[in-house]
Structures are given as structure tokens and as C-alpha cells.
């Protein structure tokens, strides 16, 4: 048993050997073969191989079918698309500036009021009274004031007419200084009794404001965001009446960024499709010249009319702000692609080779895509681009022209 293992190890080594030693044998004649050739043929017959070789492959290289699409460049209206809301062009809280009981009934929020109508009235209290004290004591300052002035006149009459007897020889300086002294202090008393005048006449003006403060009115045409105070309801300096909206004209509030900012101006065309699908249009009324410093975008407003109040605040608006119109094209989505270099463009069919030409787009629509960058004519290949690079043999086929 020890022996047989033995011969066949042997046998197995020997065959394994001869495997080896047979490649070994046929690679060492191919390379002898190869290198005799090479030592031994004409290096001009090689060229001139290789040269029908290529001339070979150039010809029989096959055309790629693709799609072309013939474009012209036309007159494109550019714009930028903000997201926003509706806002209230004018919202007021009315509040009371006197105290005081409410005597008026309330009115319903919702209701369209006028300008300079009465949304709560307070009671009058004792503010009529101290109106009419105020009169009283500005007719008694009055006739006090005028006193005073004939005092004034009188003794200024008397110190004139001791300088007279002074000048003749009859009268003294002492009499006249007196004179003067007296026409002074008459004159200081007039200017006291002018500035007591002039605090009854403050005094009334105090009393005929608070007398007028409890009528609360509206301050513009408006409708009422919240019911005005109830009958009965005592009210300070400074509580509520009523919350009230101007949305006639409305605007419409957006924000944009700091690289589309630059391209908006007041006055601009705007309009806006509203959440339910109504449209608006009006003009860009301002531009924000400080950013929001978490978001870094400029407040847009644009004003619209709301003449029926169907535009509510704070709904969702689509705002498309107009811009200058730029020419461009109008292409599939799926026309375009990259080259080698990541760079976004189209290929063009010029002489049945294709060509890569970058572009840049202008804005989406429902139809494609805008782009510019392309000559005023082009034949844009649509279908086929991805399978063919600059240079490329094509065999187009048209579509209509566009």
C-alpha cells in the first residue's frame, strides 16, 4: 500500500510538469515568431496598414438616428416668481382717548363702515360743564385784559404829560420817573392778564377735545375686523374700540433674495394667482432695504385693487413680478444635457455632425423651457443627445419647427 502511493504521487508530479513545461514551450515559439516578423518586414508596409486600417473604420463609421426640432429665437417675457400672502393695505385698532360709559350700541364685526362714522359713543359726563366754566373764565380774563390795557394807555397818557411840564419848567424828574414807573407796572400787569387769556383758551381747547373724544369714529372707509365696545362698557384712555381693515387697495407681501432683489423696481408690473385661482395684477409699491436678518430676503409689496372685498387677508399668493423681456428659445425639458464637463447645454445638428452648445435658461413654462445662448436659428436634436458626442455622424429627422 505504501509503495502504489508512492508511484502515483509520482506520476501526478510528472504530468503536472509536462503541463507546465508545454506552455512555457509554445509562449517561448510565439515570441520568436512575433520577433522575426517584426525584424524582418517593412516598417513602410506597416504604416501604410494601419493608415487603410482607420480610413476603413471612418467610413464604414454608422450615422446615429436622432430627432431634431428646428427653433427660432422669440421675444420672451421674464419674471420672477415670489411666494407670499394677501395683507391689509391700512389695519387700526380704534381706541378710546377719554373715559367713560359706552352709550351706543354695538356694531356687528364684518360691517362695512365710512369714514368719519360713529363707532362708539361715550357718556358726556361732567366734560360739558367744565367746557362751560372754561367759557365763563375766558370772558371774565377777557374784560380783565382789557382793563389792564386801558390802565396800560392811561398812564402811559400821564407820563407823557409830566415830561411836558418838565420841559416847560412846571414839573419835576421825580414825576416823571413815578410817571414811567406807573406805565410799567400797568404794562406787566396787561402781559399777565394776556397769559391768563391764553390758559382759559387752552382750558377750552382741552375740554372741547375731551368733549369731542366721546364720539369714537373710523378713521377711513373700512370694514370691522372685531364687534365695537358693548352699551355699557366703562372705558379708560386707551381701550378698545374696534379693530378695523382697509383691503381696498390690498397688497400683496412677499420676500425676495438678495439676487433677485437687484432686478425689482417700484412701480414694476406685478400680478398674483390667489389660492381659490383668481388673478390680480397691480404695481410693485416697495422694495425693503434691509434684509430679515434669519432669512437674509427684502420684503416686496405689491398694491392690487379689491374693489368688491373678495381678496381676504392673509391668503396664499403666487406673486410674478414682470422684468425686461429677453429673446430666447423654446425647448423640451428633456433636450437638454451635459458634456464632459458637467456644463448644461444642447446639441445642435450642423452639416449631419452633432455639436454641444452650452446655455442658460430663463425661466420654465408649461410648454418647456426658455433658454438662451443659442444662435437665432437652430436645429435642436430633442431625441437621440445622450447617444452622441461632438463630431458624430447623425442621420436627422425633422419635427415641426417651432
Known sequence: MRFSSIIIAIIVCA?????????????????????????????AKIENSSKEIKDFNKNTQKSVSVLVQKSNEQEVTNGILLRGQTE?????????????????????????????????ELEVGTKSDVLSEAKEALALSNDELQASINQ?????????????????????????????LSA?????????????VANVEARINRATTELNNTKIIAPFDGLLETDTAEYGDFMQTGALCGTLLSLNPIKLVGYATETQVSRIEVGTNAGAKLINGDTVSGNVSFISRSADPTTRTFLVET???????????????????SLAGVKGHLLPQSSLTLNSSGELGVRVAINNKAKFI???????AEEGIWVTGLPNSAEVIVVGQEYVTDNSNIKVSYKDAK
Open 15 to 43: 504530468g503536472i510538469a509536462g503541463f507546465i513545461f508545454r506552455n512555457d514551450i509554445k509562449a517561448l515559439i510565439s515570441t520568436s515568431s512575433s520577433n522575426y516578423v517584426e525584424k524582418n518586414e517593412d516598417p
Open 88 to 120: 391689509a393695505f391700512k389695519s387700526v385698532q380704534v381706541k378710546a382717548e377719554t373715559y367713560g360709559s359706552v352709550i351706543s350700541q354695538p356694531i356687528r364685526k364684518g360691517t362695512f363702515v365710512k369714514n368719519g362714522e360713529l363707532l362708539c
Open 152 to 180: 396800560y394807555q392811561l398812564r402811559i397818557q400821564a407820563a407823557e404829560r409830566q415830561k411836558s411840564l418838565l420841559k416847560r419848567g412846571v414839573g419835576t424828574e421825580a414825576a416823571v420817573e413815578a410817571a414811567q
Open 184 to 196: 410799567s407796572s400797568a404794562e406787566t400787569q396787561s402781559l399777565s392778564k394776556r397769559q391768563a
Open 303 to 321: 398694491t392690487v385693487s379689491n374693489a368688491d372685498y373678495n381678496i381676504r387677508e392673509g391668503s396664499t399668493a403666487d406673486i410674478y413680478i
Open 358 to 364: 452650452p446655455i442658460q435658461i430663463i425661466r420654465d
